[in-house]
Every structure is written in structure tokens, then in C-alpha cells.
């Protein structure tokens, strides 16, 4: 299986905890995280060519190559997964990959994605807004 395709069978769940934790799962980290138009811009190019072969393009985890993956990859409109998930779990599988939280390793690392923290955020609201739909 090719890395692009690898690559993103994005979020089938992650943890980072530490500061500016919060009793919601999905509070988000406002100021100097809060991504910047280029970042959301780099964030949704990143989508189209990582995440849409396994998650498919509206995130129902119907990608192309989702056929191919067990466990399926993750369909980000399930509201239920989508209230009990962190942000900080969502980082955490986009940086370091299904594995590195005890998922798939399917879902693949994105070492690239460490020192851009507000393009990660924007991949965390573009995951988010699926669960809005």
C-alpha cells in the first residue's frame, strides 16, 4: 500500500494529555493555536491528498481505499465517537499514528505535522465540522 494512501485513515483515535486539559473532550485551544487562513488552507490540501483515500472526501470513512482496511477507517460523522473524543487524542493520532495510541497502524505517522501545530488544529476543526453535519 502506497504512504498516500496509508497515510490517513486519520483519526481512529488518540491521547496527549497535559496542560490545558478540560472536562470536555472536545474543548479547543483558543489564541495562539487558533489556525491561521494559511494554516486551514495547507490543513484542507492535506485532507484532500492524505485523508480522502480512507476517510472518502466528506469523512464517512468511504475512501477508496477503505475497502481494503480492517479495521474500517474511522466515519467522523458518528456523533457519538465525535462527543467522547479529545482534541488532544485527535493531535496525538495525527502526529504519531494509529499505533502509537494502540489503533491501527494503518493509520500512519505524520512526523511533518509536528512543527505546525495550527495546521494540525485545522485538521482537528475539519474532523469536527464532519460531526456538525
Known amino acids: 500500500m502506497n ?8 483519526a481512529v483515535g488518540l491521547g496527549v494529555g497535559a496542560c490545558g486539559k478540560s472536562d470536555n473532550p472536545r ?9 491561521s487562513a494559511q494554516a486551514v488552507a495547507e490543513a484542507s490540501q492535506i485532507f484532500a491528498n492524505r485523508c480522502t483515500p ?11 481505499a477503505s475497502q481494503s482496511l480492517n479495521p474500517h477507517p ?5 456523533k457519538a465517537w465525535q462527543a467522547q473524543v479529545a482534541d488532544e487524542h485527535l493531535e496525538k493520532i495525527v502526529q504519531y499514528g494509529g499505533a502509537a495510541v494502540g489503533k491501527s497502524p494503518a493509520m500512519p505517522a505524520n ?5 505546525k501545530p495550527q495546521v494540525i488544529q485545522a485538521l482537528i476543526q475539519k474532523v ?3 460531526g456538525q453535519k
Open 3 to 10: 504512504r498516500t494512501v496509508m497515510v490517513w485513515a486519520l
Open 27 to 35: 474543548a479547543r485551544r483558543g489564541g495562539a493555536n487558533e489556525p
Open 54 to 64: 480512507c476517510h472518502g472526501s466528506t469523512g464517512g470513512g468511504d475512501g477508496p
Open 74 to 78: 474511522r466515519n467522523f460523522h458518528d
Open 111 to 115: 512526523p511533518d505535522l509536528q512543527s
Open 128 to 130: 469536527r465540522s464532519f
